[in-house]
């Protein structure tokens, strides 16, 4: 795999912007390229999460039970409620379109939120966002 391209397309996510070079290689080591067709489930409502997921091309959808909440594109991610709050999936995550992402498991994850504070805030903001939006979500 070639760390220097994955770390361009890194920069292009918004997540990713503020961190420096030494940074963005780290992340690159750790996270593994998949192409994924229209229609694969990338996560599933209710499961345990292992991975934190980067969508770098496509579209991916978020659905709870049977409603779609959220339709995301490139630079957005998902997966990061697992994996920091310690609970099951909160939602199921499809692709709409045939996708490239980046998924970086749990261990290497809470490392890089280690070793980049700023990236662990940018989370931690993106996580209280999506949980309030879930608990009205369930209010209704």
Known sequence: MDHGKTEEWLQTV??????????????????????????????????????????????????????????????????????LDNRPRTATVVAKTPVVIEVIGRREFRSLLADAPELSEEIMSTMAQRLSELDADADT
């Open 14 to 83: 918004p997540l990713f912007q503020g961190l420096s070079k030494k940074q963005l290689r780290e992340v690159s080591s750790v996270a593994t390229r998949l192409n994924e067709p229209a229609g694969a489930v990338l996560t599933k409502e209710g499961q345990t999460g292992y991975e934190f997921i980067v969508v770098l091309e496509g579209e991916i959808e978020i659905r709870k039970g049977d409603r779609v909440v959220a339709s995301r594109g490139p630079g957005s991610y998902v997966g990061e409620i697992a994996l």
